[in-house]
């Protein structure tokens, strides 16, 4: 036992002590603030803004289960002699009664020493000292010490390991959980990279790219509080089970005012699922030529009257002729940059003409009261300019061949025959695909707000966005969370070797040229592997020299580890597979396991572990809640398992577009065991 444990857990606990007497002050200050009837509205305001920052600092003060302190560093002594300062780093700040720091937040400057700190560069420390604890427990102390006695790896090493190791060994919850007490260097680096522009990081499984973006999220808002929290952070995930995995990460972290969704979640007011089309459609919705014709399609609904119109005013006619009307088109186009914007502008216009036509003293107003509520007038206004939603414009587009030749001249017959649909009776309520969402987006931008909506239809736009995942979203999906960048401060994170959508990506160039382009966008590598272990590495490794042979794996932290297992089923497939199942899940009691499958086989494998008992879950919004899961491999990227058990690979090859690449997601998912079950020869990339 290390001879300081037992004062080094005094000190714990009287941190702790200090951050429940903050939630204390916290809480009565809340008290004192409490919004009521009485009083003016900017007393009201003034209440309010307080109340939000009293729940702010609650939220920050809320450590859950999760440890408060994970380390400590001691600086070098001065010239005088004396003993350097000490500071405890922690998941957020906490002061004494006098206001003196307990712990610093990991965020913070002084705090940079102990995440980059290294045998050749200690950065002024004498010592780092590194807490395991459980809960409110410190279980383990591991020091590392600088200068004369420096015995620590040269650079490029891992700073402390056995508290990264003891962190890698946990069992897995079905949530993902922070790793501000393990963060290394070259993680660190990218966490505190500058604010400006955008930063791109290429990491392959296990490398720590997702807890390192959400890091970054709330490393920027707590240096950058100004103007960002006004502005907003946005987290982007490629579905909402990704979503539910990630969702405590950013409270932990002392963070809940972050924003997480999917490109789904981005399209407001219109009702999205998250099922994609066929990779054929949804790659030809996702292409650029989408942005052109959308475009075009806007444009056919600004048209001249067909035929001249004459309409009875008391003992007149009031008259309009087409080519009236088409200069009327013609100056809305030059003069509005969105459709609904000019609608206001048409309708004055052709009030204004049809008053003209009377040559008499007659007033445009009155005209307009008189006429407007007509049904021929309103014909004839929708007919020229009619205020469009979204769903109204694609449902309209969809539903016509006709429209969509029109509005893409160039399409093939089959691509006609993709985009066409049925057109619904009820435009608002349809559900659209996850593939439509940049439409719906593109199309809500040509179009602009509707007359009356008060700005809850405007483009949100955001002070950084965090984008996971990148290597699978479309240019159409690129180019809509470029326009909700206010001012093109981006993270984005991904791996190449892991695009599996209908638009992979084979390099980082084609995805950021269509990012924001204001800086030059900064590049980063995770090469080090801290999820997986070696031997389950290795196999995943022949993998990726075919299906993606210019990247190259990570390196393990873990050399140590079991085989992965492969299990050839005699009879039947699922039968094998509840079988395995049983051992694997028992082998990693109380961590969780996920039965990673082809789209054909969830129906035939959930059957067979009903039939032998085996409690389930399935992906949902909440996440992997359960101990076992089946997971179809289109939406296991992204998650992490104690161990995994993956059904007839040669399946997951022939029905993914990018079928190596999906059994390289499928088998760098678990932390400690995979077992590949099949009754089909396996593919040639897995035999001996």
């Avoid at 307009?368 to 007038?377: A, F, T, V």
């Avoid at 955001?462 to 470029?482: A, F, N, T």
């Avoid at 998650?639 to 059904?647: G, I, N, R, S, Y």
């Amino acid at each position: 036992m290390h001879p300081e444990l037992v004062s080094e857990q005094k000190y714990l606990d009287d941190a702790y002590t200090c951050l429940l007497d903050a939630r204390e002050r916290a809480i009565q200050l809340k008290d004192m603030v409490e919004v009521g009837r009485g009083g003016t509205n900017q007393a009201r305001s003034e209440r309010e803004a307080i109340w939000e920052a009293v729940a702010a600092r609650l939220n920050q003060l809320d450590m859950g289960d999760a440890a408060l302190v994970f380390g400590r560093i001691d600086q070098d002594e001065g010239s005088d002699g004396e003993s350097g300062d000490r500071f405890y780093i922690g998941r957020v700040g906490v002061w004494d009664e006098e206001q003196e720091p307990v712990v610093v937040d990991w965020r913070a400057p002084i705090a940079e020493a102990f995440y980059r700190a290294t045998g050749r560069m200690p950065m002024g420390l004498e010592r780092r000292r590194h807490f395991v604890s459980r809960g409110r427990e410190l279980v383990a102390i591991e020091d590392e010490l600088f200068g004369d006695v420096e015995r620590f790896r040269e650079p490029g090493g891992l700073r402390g390991q056995g508290a990264l190791i003891a962190a890698l060994e946990t069992a897995r919850t079905g949530r993902l959980g922070d790793i501000v007490g393990t963060i290394q260097a070259e993680q660190d680096l990218i966490i505190r990279a500058p604010l400006a522009g955008v930063l791109a990081v290429q990491g392959g499984p296990g490398t720590g790219k997702t807890v390192v973006a959400l890091h970054r999220a709330a490393y920027l808002l707590y240096t950058n509080r100004f103007p960002l929290e006004g502005q907003g952070v946005l987290v982007v995930g490629p579905n909402r089970l990704f979503l539910a995995y990630i969702e405590q990460v950013l409270p932990s972290l002392g963070e809940a005012g972050i924003e997480l969704a999917t490109l789904s979640d981005i399209v407001r007011d219109t009702s999205i699922s998250d099922r994609h089309d066929a990779e054929e459609v949804s790659r030809l919705k996702g292409d650029l030529r989408m942005v052109r014709f959308l475009s075009r399609a806007v444009r056919t609904r600004q048209r001249p009257l067909r035929d001249d119109l004459r309409v009875g005013y008391g003992v007149r006619w009031l008259r309009i002729t087409v080519d009236q009307t088409q200069r009327i088109v013609t100056e809305a186009r030059r003069r509005f940059r969105t459709h609904n914007a000019a609608r206001r502008f048409v309708e004055d216009e052709f009030f204004r003409v049809l008053t003209a036509s009377a040559r008499s003293d007659l007033e445009v107003e009155e005209v307009r009261e008189n006429l407007q509520g007509k049904s021929s007038m309103r014909l004839a206004l929708d007919w020229m300019w009619p205020v469009l939603s979204p769903s109204e414009l694609l449902n309209d587009l969809f539903g016509s061949r006709a429209l969509i030749r029109a509005a893409g001249p160039s399409l093939t017959d089959d691509e006609v025959d993709a985009l066409h649909r049925q057109r619904s009776a009820e435009p608002d309520g349809i559900r659209w695909s996850a593939s439509d969402a940049p439409l719906l987006d593109e199309v809500r931008s040509a179009l602009g707000a509707r007359p009356g909506s008060g700005g809850l239809e405007a483009v949100r736009t955001y002070g950084h966005i965090v984008i996971d995942e990148v290597q699978d979203l479309s240019p159409m999906g690129l180019r809509m969370l470029e326009r909700r960048s206010l001012n093109g401060s981006m993270t984005v994170v991904g791996d190449i070797a892991q695009a599996t959508g209908a638009w992979a990506h084979d390099g980082w160039a084609s995805i950021l040229d269509h990012l924001p382009k204001k800086r030059l966008p900064q590049r980063y590598e995770l090469t080090v592997g801290y999820r997986i272990p070696g031997p389950l590495m290795g196999l995943a490794a022949r993998v990726l020299a075919v299906a993606a042979p210019d990247l190259k794996p990570p390196v393990a932290v873990r050399d140590d580890g079991g085989e992965p297992r492969f299990v050839e089923a005699a009879g039947g497939v699922a039968a094998e597979v509840a079988r395995i199942v049983a051992e694997e899940s028992a082998a990693v009691e109380p961590g969780n396991l996920a039965v990673i499958v082809a789209a054909s086989q969830v129906d035939e494998v959930e059957s067979a572990l009903e039939a032998a008992g085996i409690e389930f879950g399935r992906p949902n919004r909440h996440g992997l809640d359960a101990s076992v899961a089946v997971v179809p491999v289109s939406l296991v990227k992204g998650l992490e398992v104690d161990a995994a058990v993956v059904v007839e690979p040669s399946r997951i090859v022939a029905e993914q577009v990018q079928g190596l690449r999906a059994l390289y997601v499928a088998l760098t998912r678990a932390t400690q065991r995979v077992s590949i079950v099949h009754a089909e020869p396996l593919p040639e990339v897995l035999e001996d």
